[in-house]
Structures are given as C-alpha cells and as structure tokens.
T-cell receptor, first 111, second 114 residues
Framework: ELKVEQNPLFLSMQEGKNYTIYCNYS?????LYWYRQDPGKSLESLFV?????AVKQEGRLMASLDTKARLSTLHITAAVHDLSATYFC???????????FGQGTILTVHP | DGGITQSPKYLFRKEGQNVTLSCEQN?????MYWYRQDPGQGLRLIYY???????QKGDIAEGYSVSREKKESFPLTVTSAQKNPTAFYLC?????????????FGPGTRLLVL
C-alpha cells in the first residue's frame, strides 16, 4: 500500500524567510504532484514531476523529485503573505490515474 | 470556459437519507474521480472512472455509489450506509495516459448531517 507523508504538517514563517516542505512516499512511483488549497476552496495544481531529478520553479516556489530516495521537496524562497495556504503532495500509484495524497502542510506567513 | 462544476455547494442530509452530489466537466476528459476531505486531512479516493460505463472503488468506497453514463458526468450518491458523511467532497478529472495526467479539481461540495 502506497503511503505518503509530509512534514512539517504546520509551518509558521516570517516574510522574507526560506523553508522547505518534504514529501516522502513508500513505494516506487514516477509521478508526483504538488497542489495548493486556500481555506474552504478547491485544489490548484502547482507542479507535476515525472522523472528522477526533475526540478520545476514558479515564482517563489521550487519543487524537486528524487525517485531513488522516494522524496520530493517544495522549497519556498523569500516567503510572502500570499503564499499562506495548505500544500499537498500526491503520488501516482500503479493504477492508472490513482493518486495518494499526503496529509497536507498548513503554511502561515507572518509579516 | 472549460472546467469542472459541482453542485450544490452545500448539502444537508437527514438521518437515513440518500443524497446525490453532481459533478460535470466540459474538458473532454475521459477519467473522473471523487475524493473526500475531512478537516485537517488529505484527500481520500472514493471512486474513479477511466471511461464511460466503467468505474472502480477507491480506498473508502463503502457507503457510496456512482454512475458514469455520460463522459461529462460522474454523480456520487452518499447512501444511508455511510455513517459519517460530513466532509468536503471534491470531484476531479484528467486525461488518462496524457503527458502529465494532472487531475483538475472542481470547487467542491460541503455535506453536513442534520
């Protein structure tokens, strides 16, 4: 059974600081996704990582994938208040299209 | 505009009642999914369908049923057998086997038990 664990689950940051969210998964997969969810809202796709060593960047967010370590990271650079949200990683399993989600990381950025 | 719509936004269920949540997409996606989200938790897969007239159970299918008679529609029925239905329900769709297979999510339905 595929298990996905994120840490930390809660992250309180000051504006301008850097931090990393980690996503570990238990079995081999070649598809990893990062989503953002604002309170009471749906999920917004941020990144899709499809191969070992893949790195993608959008604004202050950068995601990477190490399939050998079964680890993905979401790095936040110079955080701003607008990045406050819950971030989920999700891993593709052997069944076509089926995703297993992590618990989510609640990020709060303070002035 | 292409997208996924879910209705209603809020739904109240009485004890012993079956309720149906609607999910419609005009993205021409073959695959559709239903997830449940409980407060402070990640998403758990209820059912998914990769093609019309075919669907599979996810991790928490007990107490739920679905149908897939049209490509655009994938309604979810929460039956009276689901003893703890209060949650946020999200529908998603994707192109199976597509370059990225990203799942796109609808706005969600919040179900509350009276």
């Amino acid at each position: 059974e595929l298990k996905v664990e994120q840490n930390p689950l809660f992250l309180s940051m000051q504006e301008g600081k850097n931090y990393t969210i980690y996503c570990n998964y238990s079995t081999t997969s070649d598809r990893l996704y990062w989503y953002r969810q604002d309170p009471g809202k749906s999920l917004e796709s941020l990144f899709v990582l499809l191969s070992n060593g893949a790195v993608k960047q959008e604004g202050r967010l950068m995601a990477s994938l190490d399939t050998k370590a079964r680890l993905s990271t979401l790095h936040i650079t110079a955080a701003v208040h607008d990045l406050s949200a819950t971030y989920f990683c999700a891993v593709g399993g052997t069944s076509y299209g089926k995703l297993t989600f992590g618990q989510g990381t609640i990020l709060t950025v303070h002035p | 505009d292409g997208g996924i719509t879910q209705s209603p936004k809020y739904l109240f269920r009485k004890e012993g009642q079956n309720v149906t949540l609607s999910c419609e997409q005009n993205l021409n996606h073959d695959a559709m999914y239903w997830y449940r989200q409980d407060p402070g938790q990640g998403l758990r897969l209820i059912y998914y369908s990769q093609i019309v007239n075919d669907f599979q159970k996810g991790d928490i299918a007990e107490g739920y049923s679905v149908s897939r008679e049209k490509k655009e529609s994938f309604p979810l029925t929460v039956t009276s057998a689901q003893k703890n239905p209060t949650a946020f329900y999200l529908c998603a769709s994707s192109i199976p086997g597509g370059p990225q297979e990203t799942q796109y999510f609808g706005p969600g339905t919040r179900l509350l038990v009276l």
